[in-house]
């Protein structure tokens, strides 16, 4: 059984920063891409990020790139998402994704189809006051 469980959400003033994890167990894939996607009310659920197992391949939205960074500690099983910077349209409730397998791996803008991943979290609100 997979299971990926976020944390690390909270209220924060816009300018100031969070940690997000995405702890993963029963995770046993060597080949694996994790993500970090947000959803606020009423709007589509969006790719933020996302880490994959070749070699530092890492991806991000256009609205966090210099502000956000994903990283992995795979000793840990766990994925995480720095986010600095923080601004009111950052609120969202976030979901960490994952999927295993080389010829899963994505390249390109594939990373933010919601297909793709196999297994989610069950998501950490993340709320960024003005």
């Known amino acids: 059984e997979v299971q990926l469980v976020e944390s690390g959400g909270g209220l924060v003033q816009a300018g100031g920063s969070l940690r997000l994890s995405c702890a993963a167990s029963g995770f046993t894939f060597d080949d694996y891409a994790i993500a970090w996607f947000r959803q606020a009310p009423g709007k589509e659920r969006e790719g933020v990020s996302c880490i994959t197992s070749r070699a530092s391949s890492t991806y991000y939205a256009d609205s966090v790139k210099g502000r956000f960074t994903i990283s992995s500690d795979n000793a840990k099983n766990t994925v995480y998402l720095q986010m600095n910077s923080l601004k009111p349209e950052d609120t969202a409730v976030y979901y960490c994704?994952?999927?295993?397998?080389?010829?899963?791996?994505?390249?390109?803008?594939?990373?933010?189809?919601?297909?793709?991943?196999?297994?989610w979290g069950q998501g950490t609100q993340v709320t960024v006051s003005s």
């Open positions: 994704a994952a999927v295993g397998g080389f010829w899963r791996i994505p390249r390109g803008m594939t990373w933010r189809r919601l297909a793709l991943y196999d297994y």
